[in-house]
Antibody, heavy 125, light 107 residues
Framework: EVQLVQSGAEVKKPGESLRISCKGS????????ISWVRQMPGKGLEWMGR????????NYSPSFQGHVTISADKSISTAYLQWSSLKASDTAMYYC??????????????????WGQGTLVTVSS | DIQMTQSPSSLSASVGDRVTITCRAS??????LAWYQQKPGKVPKLLIY???TLQSGVPSRFSGSGSGTDFTLTISSLQPEDVATYYC?????????FGPGTKVDIK
């Protein structure tokens, strides 16, 4: 079964750093891009950025560029999302999600399935 | 960047009704459009990709159509378990923007 399992909920103070994780299983981790998606309380879905786990190449949404860092460790099939200095406005649910790779054509498509279960990050003083 | 809009923002319909949600891109995106369903408190679920291809396991009452800038998601006969927020997403190029969502309730 293809699965993405995320790390648990976090409660942090403003200014603290944080790294959350997303572990893939049931498939070749390096063959599929991983994206991160933010959902603030009561709000919609926002694409943050993606990583190619095979070479750690990343793309970021302009809205998140410079605010977060996406990385991956292919040796343990895990992608990460990290902050160096959290703000209260970073309070949200964060999802990782896998893109699609067409083995027959070699094309990558960025619709997302499956998704991780989500990591709730709460930033409060 | 290409902006995605959805209409309506919410709707209430009776069980068995046909429900249509519209998604519009500010520029043409061919058929690089996906639809997701998010039930309250749950993880988003892929329903449709390539504008009209039903993801495996998704009930056939869901269908998608459109190309270019205008797309629709149709639920042919609304069921109680379809109460959710529905999002479109473009994926022709980064950033892979989501629409603002359409909340569907039962009347």
């Amino acid at each position: 079964e293809v699965q993405l399992v995320q790390s648990g909920a976090e409660v942090k103070k403003p200014g603290e750093s944080l790294r959350i994780s997303c572990k893939g299983s049931g498939y070749s981790f390096t063959s599929y891009w991983i994206s991160w998606v933010r959902q603030m309380p009561g709000k919609g879905l926002e694409w943050m950025g993606r990583i190619d786990p095979s070479d750690s190449y990343t793309n970021y949404s302009p809205s998140f560029q410079g605010h977060v860092t996406i990385s991956a460790d292919k040796s343990i099939s895990t992608a990460y999302l990290q902050w160096s200095s959290l703000k209260a406005s970073d309070t949200a649910m964060y999802y990782c999600a896998r893109g699609y790779y067409d083995i027959l054509t070699g094309y990558y498509y960025n619709w997302f399935d499956p998704w991780g279960q989500g990591t709730l990050v709460t930033v409060s003083s | 960047d290409i902006q995605m809009t959805q209409s309506p923002s919410s709707l209430s319909a009776s069980v068995g009704d046909r429900v249509t949600i519209t998604c519009r891109a500010s520029q043409g995106i061919s058929n690089y459009l996906a639809w997701y369903q998010q039930k309250p408190g749950k993880v988003p679920k892929l329903l449709i990709y390539a504008a009209s291809t039903l993801q495996s396991g998704v009930p056939s009452r869901f269908s998608g159509s459109g190309s270019g800038t205008d797309f629709t998601l149709t639920i042919s006969s609304l069921q109680p378990e379809d109460v959710a927020t529905y999002y479109c997403q473009k994926y022709n190029s980064a950033p892979f923007t989501f629409g603002p969502g359409t909340k569907v309730d039962i009347k």
